[in-house]
């Protein structure tokens, strides 16, 4: 079963505007990261946030946590036409961790 | 370094033939996984491993076979191809168990007939 749900499953925006995309998930998590993936490639890791933060950022990136909500989002700032991709949530539960994936959001920027 | 490895890239099978997907990796982890990934439901977990000779299994084990000999290499066999198992197989591998950061190969394209 999905742990993790990703909205909006499609996002197109122009450079330079920000996008936001959103997690949500079910059972309490030890930590939740995020991944993109470009066409026809594999998957790579941006950035891990633990269940104890509540916000992190990584150049243009910022993630946030909410362990209440259980929710988190990625904000991807001034975004490029190279940041189209998939972006995917992965949790990590506390009970008998390992990584569960959502089933993405897909960003197309236009230049 | 090469990071993780899978080979092959694409394979068309028939329906009933069984073959192996390789995936070796070269940065000494512990923790390697294997996902298959289909439009609409994300990633979902096969069978992991979390050291030589331990594995388990994931979300949707049915139909796949692993082994972990040397904890470089941990290859995923498809006993009796279905046309159920046409997707594309990512092979990752983590320094920090399960939960940690996964590093992923390109992928296996897999079709069955």
């Known amino acids: 079963s999905q742990q993790g749900e990703e909205d909006p499953q499609a996002l197109s925006i122009q450079e330079g505007e920000n996008a936001t995309m959103n997690c949500s998930y079910k059972?309490?998590?030890?930590?939740l990261q995020w991944y993109r993936q470009n066409s026809g490639r594999g998957l790579v890791h941006l950035i891990l946030?633990?269940?104890?933060?509540r916000e992190k950022h990584s150049g243009r990136l910022r993630v946030t946590l909410d362990t209440s909500k259980k929710s988190s989002s990625l904000l991807i700032t001034a975004s490029r036409a190279a940041d189209t991709a998939s972006y995917f949530c992965a949790t990590a539960r506390s009970q008998g961790g390992k990584l569960i994936f959502g089933q993405g959001t897909e960003l197309s920027v236009k230049p | 370094n090469a990071g993780v490895t899978q080979t092959p890239k694409f394979q068309v099978l028939k329906t009933g033939q069984s073959m192996t997907l390789q995936c070796a990796q070269d940065?000494?982890?512990?923790?390697m996984s294997w996902y298959r990934q289909d439009p609409g439901m994300g990633l979902r977990l096969i069978h992991y491993?979390?050291?030589?000779?331990?594995?388990d299994q994931g979300e949707v084990p049915n139909g796949y076979n692993v082994s972990r000999s040397t904890t470089e290499d941990f290859p995923l066999r498809l006993l009796s191809a279905a046309p159920s198992q046409t997707s594309v197989y990512f092979c990752?591998?983590?320094?920090?168990?399960?939960?940690?950061?996964?590093?992923f190969g390109e992928g296996s394209r897999l079709t069955v007939l």
């Open positions: 491993s979390v050291g030589a000779g331990i594995t």
């Open positions: 990752a591998s983590s320094r920090d168990r399960a939960t940690g950061e996964l590093f």
């Open positions: 946030i633990r269940s104890n933060e």
């Open positions: 059972t309490s998590i030890n930590n």
């Open positions: 940065m000494n982890h512990e923790y």
